[in-house]
């Protein structure tokens, strides 16, 4: 009979030590899937679930725009900036300072995957020089924000890591005479490029 109870107990032991081994390695597990999230991921997430949910984002420039994301790339996000004007923007990732979202969206963004390719799109490996490159080809006015200052003009020509930009007014057109000077701007201090 005493044998019996020593087994009973030995048991009810080795199974608490398993269930509490096995809790520790979902904590684990968990700590490791935060640890691998970046904040595209966390970002991604409330866009995929709640489309028409805006976020908050507080830019290095100082800047906080409302925005709503409408488009993903390797590193930069495009965002629809006012819901009454319509305006779009590029916004890099690395700009990003902080990111403001509703109480509903954390969870969202936490249960994000974590560094997989949403979808495997295209356009989520897109990198920034090359949506950058595509406003210099179509000659779109653009305004932008970088960590110093405002410039508005056409995007002129592409490099690896900067943009030349023909400063002008946002309501004229590109035209020799109304060009005020040229700016080299280098992708790590942009901001913004709103369009």
């Given at each position: 009979?005493?044998?019996?109870?020593?087994?009973?107990?030995?048991?009810?032991?080795?199974?608490?030590?398993?269930?509490?081994?096995?809790?520790?390695?979902?904590?684990?597990?968990?700590?490791?899937?935060?640890?691998?999230?970046?904040?595209?991921?966390?970002?991604?997430?409330?866009?995929?679930?709640?489309?028409?949910?805006?976020?908050?984002?507080?830019?290095?420039?100082?800047?906080?725009?409302?925005?709503?994301?409408?488009?993903?790339?390797?590193?930069?996000?495009?965002?629809?900036?006012?819901?009454?004007?319509?305006?779009?923007?590029?916004?890099?990732?690395?700009?990003?300072?902080?990111?403001?979202?509703?109480?509903?969206?954390?969870?969202?963004?936490?249960?994000?995957?974590?560094?997989e390719e949403p979808g495997g799109s295209l356009a989520a490996r897109l990198g920034?020089?090359?949506?950058?490159?595509?406003?210099?080809?179509?000659?779109?006015?653009?305004?932008?924000?970088?960590?110093?200052?405002?410039?508005?003009?056409?995007?002129?020509?592409?490099?690896?890591?900067?943009?030349?930009?023909?400063?002008?007014?946002?309501?004229?057109?590109?035209?020799?005479?109304?060009?005020?000077?040229?700016?080299?701007?280098?992708?790590?201090?942009?901001?913004?490029?709103?369009?």
């Amino acid at each position: 009979m005493r044998w019996n109870e020593l087994f009973d107990d030995l048991e009810g032991q080795l199974e608490h030590e398993l269930a509490v081994d096995e809790a520790g390695l979902r904590v684990e597990e968990e700590r490791l899937r935060l640890g691998r999230l970046a904040l595209r991921d966390r970002l991604l997430a409330p866009a995929e679930e709640c489309p028409d949910r805006w976020l908050r984002l507080e830019l290095r420039d100082g800047g906080v725009e409302r925005a709503r994301a409408t488009g993903f790339g390797r590193d930069w996000v495009a965002v629809e900036l006012d819901a009454r004007v319509r305006r779009t923007g590029i916004v890099p990732l690395a700009a990003i300072v902080a990111l403001g979202i509703e109480p509903d969206q954390v969870e969202p963004s936490v249960r994000s995957l974590g560094g997989e390719e949403p979808g495997g799109s295209l356009a989520a490996r897109l990198g920034l020089a090359f949506v950058v490159r595509d406003l210099c080809r179509r000659r779109s006015t653009v305004e932008v924000r970088t960590s110093v200052r405002v410039l508005t003009g056409t995007i002129d020509r592409v490099g690896r890591d900067h943009f030349d930009l023909a400063l002008h007014a946002l309501d004229e057109p590109r035209r020799r005479g109304a060009v005020s000077g040229f700016a080299i701007v280098a992708f790590d201090q942009l901001s913004l490029v709103r369009l």
